[in-house]
C-alpha cells in the first residue's frame, strides 16, 4: 500500500467485482473483474455505452452502491487506504471533501428547496468545519471560479431558475468546494448543447488541473476523452476491454469494440453499418465462458466463443482484451 | 406581488363557491323528512294550530321562494334564521360553539402532528427498527379503533379509575366563571383575562378530548409524513446530498422540508373533516360545539342549525385552504415562480 503511494497512485481498483440480485433468476454482473489505477493529477477517460457499468463504477467508488447492489469481491483503495474497511463517518468525511462527483442531472440532483448558494455552502461548511459566513463567502468565490454569470443573483436562485449550463456549473462547485484530490465527473455534461458542454469541460479540465487533482471522467462520448483525457478505458458489459494511454488510443485502437464506437462518428457508410449489424439480445446471450462481445463482433471466431479473454498488454501504456485485437 | 394577486383570485371565487354550497345544501337539507311544525308543537297540535305555525314559518311557501328568503337574509343581514329548540339565531349560537370545536381539534391536530411527524421520520429512516413496526402498529390501530370508543377508554382509565382528569362533562367546572368571551377559545379568554382557575380548568377539560383527536389524527399524519420521507430518503437529491458527503442530520432536515408540503395538505383535509367529524368525541364529553348543535338539528328537523352550520364550515374550510397555499408558497420556491 505505501509503495503505491509512493509510486503516486490515488486510486487503485483490483479485481472489483459487483452484481444486483434479481428476484428468482441470476444476479446482474454489473462489473466484472475491474481493474484500474489512477495516478496523480491524471485524467482518466472511461467510455462505454449506456449499462455497461460506467455509473456502478462510480457509485462503487463512493461507497454508494444502489441497493441492493453489493461488491462480491475485489477491492478499491484510496491513497493507500481500503475503502471497504472505513466505518461510515470516516467515507462521509471523504465524499465530497476528498472524492467528489460531478454529475449528469444537476436541476433534479439538486435540491429544489435550498437556494445554490446554500447548497455549495453547506459542503464546505460540514467539511471543513468553517462557521456559516465563511462557507457563504467560499461557496460565492467558487460561483466565481465557475464563471456563473451574475454570481450574486446566482448564489440567492433556486435549482428550478438555473439554465441547464448554469446548473452543471453550480454542480462543478459544490465538487470543487473543498479541492478534492479525487474527481469523478460521470457523464456530466450529457445534458447540455454542444456548444455550452466545449465551455464547462474547458473550465472543468482548468480546474481539475489547477487544483492538481485527479479525475475519472466517465462518458459515452469517445470523442471528448481525445482532448481532455490523459486516458482512455473502454468498458463493455461490465469489463474493461481496452486501456491506452490517450495518445495510443486514437493512434491505434485495436479492440473491435473501440474501433466500432469510433465508426459510429465515421462519414463513412460503410463502418456505421457495423451498428445494424447489433443484436438486443447479445448482451445477456453472451455465454460466461466466451468473450461477452463475441454475439456483436465483427471478427469473432470459435475461440471467441469459447474462451474469455485476458486483458493483454500490447505494447507500452496499451492493453487490449480481445484474442484477435485489430491491427494497423 | 404574486401572492398577492393569487389570494385576490381566490377571494374572487369565494363568494360564488360559498353561494354553490349553500344551494346544493339546502335542497337536500330540505329532503330530510319531518315537519317542524310538528316536532315544535307536538303529537297534540290541532291541524289548525300546525297550519297556522306553518305559513308563519314560511314552510307553505314553494322550495325556491323559501331558498331566496334565505339567501337575502343572509347576505342583507347575515341573518342564517333561528333555530326552534334553543330559540336563539343561529350565528349566535354557532359563534357560541364554533370556537370550542376549533379548539379542541386544532389542539388535537397540533398533538396529532407532534406523534405522527417524528414517528413518520424515524420510520422512514430507521426502516428495520423497532420504531418502524411500532409505528405500522400505530398507524393500523389509529385507522382501526373509533375515536368516540378511545375516549370511552380514556375516561374509564384516567376519569373513573385514576381520577386524574376532571369529568368529562363540558368545558368548565360547574362552579368555574368563565372568562368574558373575547375569541371563543376558553384557554384563550381566560389568559386574556388573567383568570387562572378557568385556565386551569379549561386546560383540564381539553386533556381528555384533545388526546383522542391527536392519537387517532396521528395515524394519518404518521402515514402520510412516513410515506413521503420514504420517497424524498431515495430522491435524487438526497442521493446526491449523501454524495457529497453531508451529515445525516442535515439529509433528513432537507428531506423533511420536501416533505411538508404532502404534511399539510392532510392536515388540512383532517381539520376539514374535523369540524363535523369530531362530533361523536364532543358528544361523549357533552362538549357543546357546532358539530353536536348541528347534529341536534338533524335529528329534530331544525333546519336553520344544520344550514348554518354547512355554511361555517364551508367558509372555515375555504379559509384553511387558502392558508395552505399560503404555506406551499412560503415553502416551496417552484410554486412562487
Not at chain 1, 182 to 204: P, R
Amino acid at each position: 500500500m505505501a509503495e503505491n503511494s509512493a509510486a503516486g497512485t490515488i486510486l487503485n481498483i483490483e479485481g472489483l467485482n459487483v452484481s444486483y440480485p434479481v428476484y428468482e433468476t441470476d444476479p446482474v454482473r454489473a462489473l466484472r473483474g475491474i481493474d484500474l489505477k489512477v495516478r496523480e493529477g491524471e485524467i482518466i477517460g472511461l467510455v462505454g455505452e449506456s449499462g455497461s457499468g460506467k455509473t456502478t463504477l462510480a457509485r462503487s467508488i463512493m461507497q454508494l452502491i444502489s441497493r441492493p447492489g453489493r461488491v462480491d469481491s475485489g477491492r478499491i483503495e484510496y491513497d493507500g487506504r481500503d475503502l471497504a474497511t472505513l466505518g461510515e463517518e470516516e467515507l462521509r468525511a471523504l465524499r465530497g471533501n476528498d472524492i467528489a462527483m460531478v454529475i449528469p442531472n444537476p436541476r433534479t440532483e439538486l435540491n429544489p428547496l435550498v437556494t445554490v448558494g446554500m447548497q455549495i455552502a453547506n459542503v464546505a461548511r460540514y467539511h471543513l468545519s468553517l462557521p456559516r459566513k465563511e462557507a457563504k463567502k467560499m461557496a460565492m468565490a467558487m460561483l466565481e471560479a465557475v464563471q456563473i454569470p451574475d454570481p450574486t443573483r446566482r448564489f440567492k436562485a433556486y435549482p428550478h431558475e438555473l439554465s441547464g449550463g448554469m446548473a452543471q456549473r453550480v454542480v462543478m462547485a459544490i465538487a470543487l468546494i473543498c479541492s478534492p484530490r479525487f474527481i469523478i465527473s460521470d457523464d456530466a455534461t450529457s445534458g447540455l448543447d454542444v456548444t455550452v458542454q466545449t465551455q464547462v469541460l474547458e473550465l472543468l479540465q482548468d480546474l481539475v488541473q489547477q487544483q492538481g487533482a485527479s479525475m475519472l471522467f466517465i462518458t459515452r462520448d469517445i470523442g471528448i476523452t481525445a482532448h481532455y483525457c490523459h486516458q482512455v478505458a473502454i468498458i463493455y458489459a461490465g469489463e474493461i476491454v481496452e486501456l491506452a494511454s490517450t495518445q495510443n488510443f486514437f493512434d491505434n485502437p485495436q479492440h473491435p469494440y473501440s474501433v466500432m464506437l469510433l465508426s459510429a462518428f465515421s462519414h463513412n457508410p460503410k463502418l456505421r453499418g457495423l451498428w445494424t449489424k447489433v443484436v438486443d439480445a447479445a448482451l445477456e446471450g453472451a455465454a460466461e465462458s466466451g468473450c461477452y462481445f463475441a454475439a456483436r463482433c465483427v471478427r469473432a471466431s470459435d475461440k471467441c466463443r469459447a474462451e474469455h479473454p485476458d486483458m493483454r498488454e500490447m505494447t507500452d501504456a496499451h492493453s487490449v482484451r480481445c484474442h484477435h485485437p485489430v491491427e494497423r | 406581488m404574486r401572492v398577492v394577486r393569487y389570494i385576490g383570485k381566490r377571494m374572487l371565487f369565494i363568494g360564488p363557491q360559498l353561494f354553490g354550497i349553500i344551494l346544493v345544501s339546502f335542497f337536500l337539507v330540505k329532503l330530510i323528512p319531518g315537519d317542524p311544525a310538528v316536532m315544535m308543537l307536538g303529537p297534540l297540535a290541532t291541524e289548525a294550530t300546525l297550519t297556522e305555525l306553518r305559513n308563519e314559518m314560511g314552510l307553505n311557501l314553494s322550495l325556491v321562494e323559501q331558498f331566496y328568503i334565505y339567501i337575502k337574509n343572509l347576505v342583507l343581514h347575515g341573518d342564517l334564521g333561528r333555530s326552534w329548540q334553543t330559540t336563539r339565531p343561529v350565528t349566535e349560537d354557532l359563534f357560541l360553539r364554533m370556537p370550542a370545536t376549533l379548539e379542541l381539534i386544532t389542539l388535537g391536530l397540533i398533538l396529532g402532528l407532534l406523534i405522527g411527524v417524528p414517528l413518520g421520520v424515524g420510520a422512514a429512516y430507521l426502516k428495520r427498527g423497532i420504531l418502524a413496526k411500532f409505528s405500522d402498529y400505530y398507524g393500523l390501530l389509529a385507522g382501526a379503533l373509533p375515536d368516540f370508543w378511545l375516549a370511552l377508554v380514556l375516561i374509564f382509565f384516567f376519569y373513573t379509575i385514576l381520577g386524574w382528569v376532571p369529568p368529562p362533562l363540558g368545558r368548565l367546572d360547574f362552579f368555574t366563571i368563565a372568562p368574558p368571551t373575547v375569541t371563543g377559545a376558553l384557554l384563550i379568554d381566560s389568559l386574556l383575562d388573567g383568570n387562572w382557575a378557568a385556565l386551569g380548568s379549561a386546560a383540564g377539560h381539553l386533556i381528555l378530548p384533545v388526546v383522542t383527536l391527536g392519537l387517532i389524527s396521528g395515524g394519518p399524519i404518521l402515514k402520510m409524513t412516513q410515506s413521503t420521507m420514504d420517497r424524498m430518503l431515495e430522491s435524487d437529491y438526497s442521493r446526491y446530498e449523501e454524495m457529497c458527503g453531508l451529515p445525516k442530520s442535515i439529509i433528513i432536515r432537507h428531506a423533511l422540508r420536501n416533505s411538508l408540503p404532502s404534511v399539510v395538505t392532510i392536515v388540512s383535509v383532517l381539520y376539514g373533516f374535523l369540524i363535523g367529524g369530531a362530533v361523536l368525541v364532543e358528544i361523549v364529553f357533552s362538549w357543546g360545539g357546532a358539530g353536536q348543535y348541528a347534529v341536534q338539528g338533524v335529528l329534530n328537523a331544525d333546519i336553520n342549525p344544520v344550514l348554518g352550520f354547512v355554511f361555517f364550515a364551508a367558509v372555515l374550510s375555504l379559509i384553511i385552504y387558502l392558508i395552505v397555499d399560503l404555506i406551499y408558497f412560503a415553502i416551496d420556491p417552484r410554486v412562487r415562480g
